[in-house]
T-cell receptor, first 113, second 114 residues
Framework: GAGVSQTPSNKVTEKGKYVELRCDPI?????LYWYRQSLGQGPEFLIY????????DSGLPNDRFFAVRPEGSVSTLKIQRTERGDSAVYLC???????????FGSGTQLSVL | AQSVTQLGSHVSVSEGALVLLRCNYS??????LFWYVQYPNQGLQLLLK??????LVKGINGFEAEFKKSETSFHLTKPSAHMSDAAEYFC????????????FGTGTQLKVEL
C-alpha cells in the first residue's frame, strides 16, 4: 500500500476483554515498530520487529501485551485482560531497515470502559 | 537513559511571524535528534533529523533546527509561519545504533493566528 495502515481506527472494549490491533506496513519494509501515545503525552516505544522476530520488546509494559509478525509483513498487537489504563492511541510505524526514515500510521484509538 | 524536554505545551504565533519551538535533550552518549509533526487525524511525519553530520539541519516545509551541544538544545524554527503549520510537534531522541527506538517529548501544539 501507499502508507502504513492500521485497523481498526477506533476500538471500544470493556475492562477484562481481549483485543487485537493490526498493522500493515509499507511493502518491503523490514522494520516495524509499535508505539503507544497516551493523552497529552508523546509516543512511547513498545516493541520493534526486524523481519519476523522481535528485536527489542523492552517497552511492553507487562505480560498482558504481546505482538507478532509471523510472515515479516503484517503485525498484530494483542492485549489480554484489558484495563482502563490501556486506553491510548496505538501507533505502528515501519522503515526500510531499522535505521531508515520511519513512516507512521494514523493509529488505533483504544478505549477501555 | 535519554530524554527530551519540550518547553511550552502550547505556542501561538501570528501568520508571518517567527516560529520557535524549544527542545532540550539529555543523553549520556552522542544523540540523534528528530522533529516530527502530527496533523489532525494523520500519522506522525518526520520534519528533520540530526545525526552529527552538520549542526544546522534543514527540513521540510521551511523548518530548520540547530544542534547546540553546549546548551543541550535542538530548537525548531521557521522564519515565517503559515496557517498550514498549525499542528502538534514532537522532539525525539535516540542514540547511535539505537535505530528508530525513539524517546519522544510531550509535544508542543502550535497555533497560527491571522
Amino acid at each position: 500500500g501507499a502508507g502504513v495502515s492500521q485497523t481498526p481506527s477506533n476500538k471500544v472494549t470493556e475492562k477484562g476483554k481481549y483485543v487485537e490491533l493490526r498493522c500493515d506496513p509499507i511493502s518491503g519494509h523490514t522494520a516495524l515498530y509499535w508505539y503507544r501515545q497516551s493523552l497529552g503525552q508523546g509516543p512511547e516505544f513498545l516493541i520493534y520487529f526486524q523481519g519476523t522476530g522481535a528485536a527489542d520488546d523492552s517497552g511492553l509494559p507487562n505480560d498482558r501485551f504481546f505482538a507478532v509478525r509471523p510472515e515479516g509483513s503484517v503485525s498484530t498487537l494483542k492485549i489480554q485482560r484489558t484495563e482502563r489504563g490501556d486506553s491510548a492511541v496505538y501507533l505502528c510505524a515501519s522503515s526500510l531497515t531499522g535505521n531508515e526514515k520511519l513512516f507512521f500510521g494514523s493509529g488505533t484509538q483504544l478505549s477501555v470502559l | 537513559a535519554q530524554s527530551v524536554t519540550q518547553l511550552g505545551s502550547h505556542v501561538s504565533v501570528s501568520e508571518g511571524a517567527l516560529v520557535l519551538l524549544r527542545c532540550n535533550y539529555s543523553s549520556s552518549v552522542p544523540p540523534y535528534l528528530f522533529w516530527y509533526v502530527q496533523y489532525p487525524n494523520q500519522g506522525l511525519q518526520l520534519l528533520l533529523k540530526y545525526t552529527s553530520a552538520a549542526t544546522l539541519v534543514k527540513g521540510i516545509n521551511g523548518f530548520e533546527a540547530e544542534f547546540k551541544k553546549s546548551e543541550t538544545s535542538f530548537h525548531l524554527t521557521k522564519p515565517s509561519a503559515h496557517m498550514s503549520d498549525a499542528a502538534e510537534y514532537f522532539c525525539a531522541v535516540t542514540s547511535t545504533g539505537g535505530g528508530n527506538k525513539l524517546t519522544f517529548g510531550t509535544g508542543t501544539q502550535l497555533k497560527v493566528e491571522l
